[in-house]
């Protein structure tokens, strides 16, 4: 059973800075694809950014591209989400997730495995 827990989420204003990890224990986390999605309140979870398993592969949601940054150590089976200009619509429960194969993809329904979110709210 693969357990997936995000941290760092918080508060922060417009235009400011917030990093977000996930931290992922019960499997070997080679051939492992995560990604980052995001849930506001009253709309679907939405993909944010994905990482292939080698970390070398990175997609990103247009909303964030140039703004958002994702990474992997797989020596400490820990993902990342950099986020720098913030904007009120970044405001979200951020969850991760995982799936086996090599590639991330922007569908949810392809993950098998999430965390349980954090809370990124962007005040204006």
């Known amino acids: 059973q693969v357990q997936l827990v995000e941290s760092g989420g918080g508060l922060v204003q417009a235009g400011g800075s917030l990093g977000l990890s996930c931290a992922a224990s019960?499997?070997?986390?080679?051939?492992?694809?995560m990604a980052w999605f995001r849930q506001a309140p009253g709309k679907e979870r939405d993909f944010v950014a994905g990482?292939?398993?080698?970390?070398?592969?990175?997609y990103y949601a247009d909303s964030v591209k140039g703004r958002f940054t994702i990474s992997r150590g797989n020596a400490n089976n820990t993902m990342y989400l950099q986020m720098v200009s913030l904007k009120p619509e970044d405001t979200a429960v951020y969850y991760c997730?995982?799936?086996?194969?090599?590639?991330?993809?922007?569908?949810?329904?392809?993950?098998?495995?999430w965390g349980q979110g954090t809370q990124v709210t962007v005040s204006s």
């Open positions: 997730a995982g799936k086996g194969g090599y590639y991330p993809s922007a569908d949810r329904r392809n993950y098998d495995d």
């Open positions: 019960g499997r070997t986390f080679s051939n492992y694809a």
């Open positions: 990482v292939s398993w080698s970390g070398v592969t990175r």
